[in-house]
């Protein structure tokens, strides 16, 4: 029986011997080894593009155009003195930056980097005589692993500011964990309008159904898709949601106390989840490795072009995340909370009731014109619900206005 956690991969549809085991590894030591060094080069590319947005250098010293700056910077943290406060409970103290760090890597191990999906070739290509997906691991239930890998990260955050001992990492942890639920939710309703349209949690699924052009960004309606970039950014803790480590609010947040090489992972932690929600809403909304091969045939077809199309389009969001920290101010927390519960949380909800009745109208061969009136009532029942909702929100606000100036209401 084929292990859940493998799920859809053709390499073990015949059994598990030492051939699935050595490409299993191979993909394992490509996807590790690929994640790391992007993760380097996006330290880089960062600070090099703020720098040039501020009219500065940047990194130019350490090697080419500053290119082993971020391994000086890492070394730097390795051969640092690691401290633990006093009153850390030890053990939790050094977990919290796996918790963070971890999920990011196993994240990343479902997502196609690569594969034909053009004709019908579900992205199948072939490593020493095996046939296998350019992915890890293609579990049937992939989008629920990333749902609860983004959901174990949470815990990082908050056991992280617990176990330091001191009151001001467990107050920025408390933030963090109520603005990563928070924002939790409003993912995980976008996701749905994207599960309903494709009709699978397997993500090499989700890419083949979106071959041809044919890119959940429009099936859905556009805005999943924003909902879903701007939770993810909420997600990452990335500016403008960046109020994790507000530094003239509660000195640094809940890694105050971390030092050395365990301050280093969750800086890693913070890139790596970065380049991993890139890869992901890619792969949601924008076809993955999928694009035209222009009659190319062979390996260049099956392993070049896609992943030139998957670089390409991944290069395009983590310039708008660079773009969301250089130009965006932060939020103030009660913004951020009011975006999540009250804007964000009812649009996709609404949105995925419309989205379901228009779909179950086409499932029912009405015409164009029904499909079409079926879409207008449920956007006009949106309206109308964010109507209300704005309505209850102004009069909340006016009568606690009203109380505290010692007002009748």
């Known amino acids: ?97 796996f918790l963070m760090l971890v999920p990011a890597f196993v994240t990343f191990t479902i997502i ?77 309703l976008s996701l749905a309008a994207v599960l309903l349209v494709a009709g699978s949690l397997s993500t090499n699924q989700i890419v083949n159904e979106q071959a041809g052009f044919e890119w959940n960004l429009w099936m859905t309606g556009l805005l999943p898709f924003l909902i879903f970039t701007i939770a993810g950014t909420a997600e990452l803790n990335r500016p403008p949601f960046d109020l994790v480590e507000a530094e003239q609010e509660i000195v640094g947040g809940y890694h105050t106390e971390y030092s050395s090489f365990r301050f280093a992972m969750f ?46 389009k991944v290069f395009v969001f983590l310039c708008m995340f660079v773009l969301f920290r250089a130009t965006l101010p932060r939020l103030r927390y009660d913004q951020l909370m009011d975006l999540g519960w009250k804007v964000l949380i009812p649009l996709s909800l609404g949105w995925f009731l419309v989205l379901t009745g228009v779909r179950v109208a086409a499932d029912e061969g009405w015409n164009a014109g029904q499909i079409l009136a079926t879409g207008l009532v449920g956007f006009a029942g949106l309206a109308l619900g964010a109507g209300l909702l704005l309505l209850s929100v102004r009069s909340a606000a006016s009568k606690r206005a009203a109380l505290e100036s010692g007002e009748q209401v």
Not at 126 to 155: H, K, N, R
Not at 295 to 311: C, H
């Open 112 to 188: 196609p980097i690569a594969g034909n999906f053009n004709d019908g070739n579900d992205g199948v290509v072939t490593i020493l005589g095996e046939q296998t997906f350019m992915q890890v691991a293609d579990p049937q239930m992939g989008i629920l692993l990333f749902l609860a890998m983004s959901s174990i990260a949470v815990y990082g955050v908050m056991l992280a500011g617990w176990a330091s001992g001191s009151k001001y990492p467990l107050l920025g942890s408390v933030r963090a964990t109520a603005q990563m639920v928070s924002y939790e939710a409003a993912l995980g």
């Open 267 to 312: 800086f890693l932690a913070e890139f790596l989840n970065t380049v991993t929600m890139s890869a992901i809403i890619v792969t949601l909304f924008f076809g993955g490795p999928s694009g035209p091969d222009f009659g190319i045939t062979g390996w260049v077809s099956d392993y070049v072009l896609p992943f030139v199309w998957f670089f390409a």
């Open 1 to 97: 029986m084929t292990p859940l956690i493998l799920g859809t991969d053709p390499l073990l549809s015949g059994g598990i011997g030492l051939d699935e085991i050595l490409v299993v590894l191979i993909k394992v030591v490509v996807a590790f080894t690929g994640l790391l060094v992007s993760v380097i080069l996006m330290v880089w590319f960062e600070r090099k593009i703020i720098a040039d947005m501020q009219n500065r250098f940047g990194p130019n010293r350490a090697g080419p155009f500053g290119l082993f700056q971020t391994v000086a910077d890492g070394m730097k943290l390795i051969l640092k003195e690691d401290l633990i406060p006093e009153k850390a409970d030890r053990f939790v103290f050094k977990l919290a930056p």
